[in-house]
């Protein structure tokens, strides 16, 4: 039995330090402070340059909730398009109604924008009411797979859902397991019949700059000088932990 590594890599840097890891699959975002927001065309551009493995673009315009303005709805067809002109190999979306519902009829467009690309679901899906109902709407949709915690912070803190999910989705779609994942606690997931897992592997980088005086983002809970990148020992370790995992269900 095979499975799959994504790494959700918020830059060129981090994308590169996921292929060199062995991981199979890049997210590439911007942003993570606010969960990830799409990236610029020169670190998606980079990005494909620099890998053999694939790389999927999230796309989303901002932090914040997921219930887009007409403005945002067209800059987020804008960029599938632009990403598809870059030779991308998947694209991970969503759109929410104000009542968290699944906008069925925005996320169809961007599906039907995305084809012949495989589209991922992303973790909008999380902050629905009823998950199981969900699952149903983005099978029906054909969306290949759903990003997904359980509907928790951590993963790991809701197999019995995410086993679930996998129950209803009978293979029609890919229910991949994300959010608080490591090393120490992958091992968990292997019981909810996943075999995609979805992970950051990152470690935060002190700059070597003197603190900035000013606040100049104005939100006390990011440090002005820190940054993410993804780790090549990080995701090595998780890799091991599959490996011996799946080697045994072979």
């Known amino acids: 039995m095979s499975y799959t590594l994504e790494i959700c890599s918020n830059s060129a840097q981090s994308a590169l330090s996921a292929q060199i890891a062995g991981a199979k699959r890049v997210e590439l975002c911007d942003n993570l402070w606010e969960s990830g927001t799409t990236p610029s065309f020169g670190t998606i551009k980079k990005a494909r340059e620099l890998l053999t493995i694939d790389l999927f673009v999230l ?26 002109k870059r030779g991308v190999n998947g694209i991970v979306s969503g759109v929410l109604n104000a009542d968290s519902t699944i906008d069925i009829k925005r996320t169809k467009e961007l599906i039907e924008l995305s084809n012949p690309l495989p589209f991922t679901f992303h973790r909008a899906f999380d902050v629905t009411p009823n998950l199981n109902e969900s699952l149903k ?3 029906t949709l054909k969306v290949d ?4 915690s359980g509907g928790k912070n951590n993963a790991t803190a809701a197999t019995d859902v995410i086993k679930t999910l996998n129950i ?7 229910v991949l397991p994300g959010g608080g994942i490591n090393e120490s606690n992958i091992s968990s997931l ?3 019949g996943s075999t995609e ?10 700059s070597p700059s003197p603190k900035a005086a000013l606040k100049l983002n104005g939100i006390e809970s990011i440090p002005e000088n820190d940054y993410f ?22």
Do not use: W
């Open 145 to 148: 797979r759903v990003l997904t």
């Open 59 to 84: 796309i989303r315009p901002r932090g914040g909730d997921f219930v887009y303005s007409d403005l945002e709805f067209e800059i987020m067809k804008e960029d599938i398009v632009e990403c598809k």
């Open 190 to 192: 292997f019981s909810t």
């Open 229 to 250: 990148q993804s780790s090549v020992p990080k995701i090595m370790r998780v890799l091991t932990v599959l490996d011996e995992h799946f080697e045994k269900t072979v």
């Open 168 to 174: 209803i989705a009978k293979n029609t779609i890919k």
């Open 137 to 139: 709407q983005l099978i």
């Open 197 to 206: 897992f979805h992970l950051t592997g990152h470690e935060r980088f002190h």
